[in-house]
């Protein structure tokens, strides 16, 4: 089971970092995507990364801003997020699975609870 967390009101400019943590599952064995969803909006990735390589993946949008990191001795997967905008609020999730495509929500089949964030003065 996966749980998504961190999430809270920030003032834009404003750092938040957001935890991907397991129970059951081993999260080094899968690749890991951060996706979130705005109201009205369809869900977007934001940024995941692989198995082996530990290479990571950015929507144009967050490149520079966002970071995704794992700690294999927490089982967690990090999204460190600074210099926040109003635009970056949503609820944000984090999936597992064997992506190809890693930044498509299509291609993972394990979703965890989302967690909000919210940017605004």
């Known amino acids: 089971q996966l749980q998504a967390s961190g999430g809270g009101l920030v003032q834009p400019g404003g750092s938040l970092r957001l935890s991907c943590t397991a129970s059951?599952?081993?999260?080094?064995?899968?690749?890991i995507g951060w996706f979130r969803q705005a109201p009205g909006k369809e869900r977007e990735g934001v940024s995941c990364t692989g198995i082996t390589d530990g290479s990571a993946l950015y929507a144009n949008s967050v490149k520079g801003q966002f970071t995704i990191s794992r700690d294999k001795t927490e089982n967690t997967v990090y999204l460190q997020m600074d210099s926040l905008k109003p635009e970056d609020t949503a609820i944000y999730y984090c999936?597992?699975?064997?992506?190809?495509?890693?930044?498509?929500?299509?291609?993972?089949?394990?979703w965890g609870q989302g967690t909000l964030v919210t940017v605004s003065s």
């Open positions: 059951g599952l081993t999260l080094d064995y899968y690749g």
């Open positions: 999936a597992t699975g064997f992506p190809t495509l890693c930044l498509l929500p299509y291609q993972y089949d394990n």
